[in-house]
């Protein structure tokens, strides 16, 4: 392979009824309503970039990514196909071209029936080894990536990976939630074939 609105609940304050004890059981005085009070509700983005970008935040950016590709594999291998879906799913998460090379491995795993997955396959995103730069613009980070999770007799093997942002119509966010796109994996020794890390257009 080339990744919750916190609702703050609106509280209720209720006062009880008031009664004055001057006349005992059958006091005349008046008792108050019971009032009820909601607190406005605050949303909070799960996924809103922190001011300081760290390995943490990436790694949940990494395993969201994950568990989308998982789906869209496993949605494949269920259907014996790639339908629209698992192309919408993988397109959520990758560029245009990681998703293309994506969608290339599953089609050619879905002529040869999946015969090469694992019983229950998973896809591994990466665990973070380094964090080699992060701004709100790019996440440059080292991964450690478990292939036999996919496939049988997958290796086990690190690479370089870029995150950007997602542009405009780019990623459907009721797919992937992190606003974020895999936008490049390349050899952690080597520098990216296409521009510079981090300056792709």
């Known amino acids: 392979m080339k990744s919750v609105v916190t609702g703050v ?3 209720v304050v209720t006062a009880g009824a008031v009664t004055s004890g001057c006349g005992g059981s059958g006091s005349d005085a008046p008792r108050a309503e019971p009032t009820t009070t909601h607190l406005p509700t605050t949303t909070i983005d799960p996924w809103a970039v922190p001011a300081t970008i760290d390995a943490a935040y990436a790694q949940r950016i990494l395993d969201e990514h994950g568990r989308i590709l998982t789906a869209a594999w496993r949605r494949a291998r269920r259907l ?5 879906e698992v192309e919408r799913l993988v397109r959520s998460v990758e560029s245009a071209d990681q998703a293309g090379s ?12 999946f015969a090469s997955l694992v019983p229950d396959p998973a896809v591994d995103a990466g665990k973070i080894v380094e964090l080699r730069g992060a701004s709100p613009t790019c996440i440059q980070v080292l991964v450690r990536v478990d292939i036999s999770r996919l496939v049988r007799s997958g290796p086990v093997d690190q690479t370089a990976i870029e995150l950007r942002p997602a542009r405009p119509g780019e990623a459907d966010r009721r797919r992937n939630p992190t606003g974020w796109i895999e936008d490049l994996r390349f050899p952690p020794d080597q520098p990216p074939l296409i521009g510079s890390p981090c300056a792709r257009s």
Not at 80 to 84: H, I, L, P
């Open 9 to 11: 609940l609106a509280g």
């Open 80 to 84: 014996g196909k790639v339908d629209a």
């Open 102 to 113: 994506e969608i290339t491995g599953l089609r050619r795993e879905a002529k040869a029936r």
